[in-house]
């Protein structure tokens, strides 16, 4: 006799497993035969919660958001268990891997490889299930002289983060700039790791990180080394209030180990970050897009100039000279807001 309070997961399952193939493929992830699963889906036995959790993992991306829901009207205690289900520590195989990368690999390729030792480690760590999530470096722009002369961190940059559905895996399209009206600003301004239980519901933290829009919580941890800043990592999840204490630690950890990534000229005095308003990613798509035209210009007109540059050098200028098309954009936007009449 079917569990009636199970009847639409079930239901949902039983759309899911109809192809023989993902049947099949479903079972063999589990450790079951098809016919047992068959067998959940029909209501003739009930899984053990263990089980609905691997299954939550193993299922198809695109069919993951249904069957959690469904599984949550059955099992009101679904969410906590899976908030509940975390890697407590860190392998000491990827300790090993990254003192290994660190003595082997050369300086140029060393922060692209650690950084996605790390990361990946992270996805690992902080979402068990596959639930939902990104992770990001954000990194501090070389400073500039202010109108004083003194130089100055105006802003952040997103490099090479990485996701799992429904984000890409390589993030390094998305890359955007981010100031103090960002989380990732909040941090680095602030030198304190800061976590959001619910995007949709802060008003004290400034929240954006990606365009996507798909991030329900989010948490970032400034990068130090040697009482020096160079960023913060962030990390952003579909799940509501998915950085409990233990996440918060692990990421903790895993930004302390990220800082091998880095080069020591990546690191600054944290009195030179006095970062300022950079606009949403939607006013940014328009500059972004020209990145690449803008770094092949530079490099033609070093050419000529017979002071040719590196691509590495090209790029360099080039995100600076976006960078101050962004806060010439963001300080039009932040006079706007500050002359709204219902401003309060």
Not at 181 to 208: C, H, M, T, W
Request: hydrophobic share 40%.
């Amino acid at each position: 006799m079917p569990y009636q309070s199970d009847a639409h997961w079930q239901a949902v399952l039983q759309k899911i497993i109809q192809p023989s193939k993902e049947r099949q493929r479903l079972a063999a992830a589990l450790g079951v035969n098809t016919i047992t699963l068959t067998r959940w889906a029909k209501g003739d036995s009930r899984p053990q919660h263990t089980h609905l959790i691997r299954l939550l993992k193993v299922v198809q991306p695109h069919n993951r958001d249904e069957l959690l829901e469904a599984l949550m009207e059955a099992y009101p205690d679904m969410q906590e268990k899976l908030q509940e289900e975390t890697f407590e520590s860190i392998s000491s195989a990827f300790f090993r891997q990254i003192l290994r990368d660190r003595s082997t690999i050369i300086e140029t390729l060393r922060p692209w490889q650690i950084s996605g030792t790390v990361i990946d480690e992270g996805i690992r760590l902080l979402d068990p299930n596959t639930l939902g999530m990104a992770i990001t470096p954000v990194l501090c722009m070389p400073p500039v002289p202010d109108s004083t002369g003194q130089l100055r961190i105006r802003s952040l940059h997103e490099r090479g983060g990485r996701g799992v559905f429904p984000w890409h895996t390589d993030l390094e399209h998305t890359s955007i700039f981010l100031g103090m009206n960002s989380l990732a600003g909040y941090v680095v301004q602030n030198n304190r790791p800061a976590s959001v239980r619910d995007v949709s519901k802060e008003r004290y933290i400034p929240v954006f990180a990606y365009p996507v829009g798909q991030e329900v919580s989010a948490a970032a941890c400034p990068i130090w080394l040697e009482g020096k800043v160079a960023g913060c990592l962030m990390a952003v999840s579909t799940q509501v209030e998915h950085f409990t204490q233990t996440r918060m630690d692990l990421l903790l950890n895993l930004t302390s180990v990220f800082s091998l990534a880095l080069n020591p000229g990546d690191f600054y005095d944290h009195r030179l970050v006095q970062l300022r308003y950079i606009p949403h990613p939607r006013h940014q798509l328009e500059p972004l897009k020209n990145f690449r035209q803008l770094v092949n210009r530079l490099m033609t007109e070093s050419t000529l100039n017979n002071h040719p540059l590196s691509s590495a050098q090209a790029e360099r200028r080039a995100w600076q000279e976006l960078e101050e098309i962004l806060l010439k954009t963001g300080q039009e936007l932040d006079i706007e807001e500050d002359m709204r009449p219902d401003k309060p």
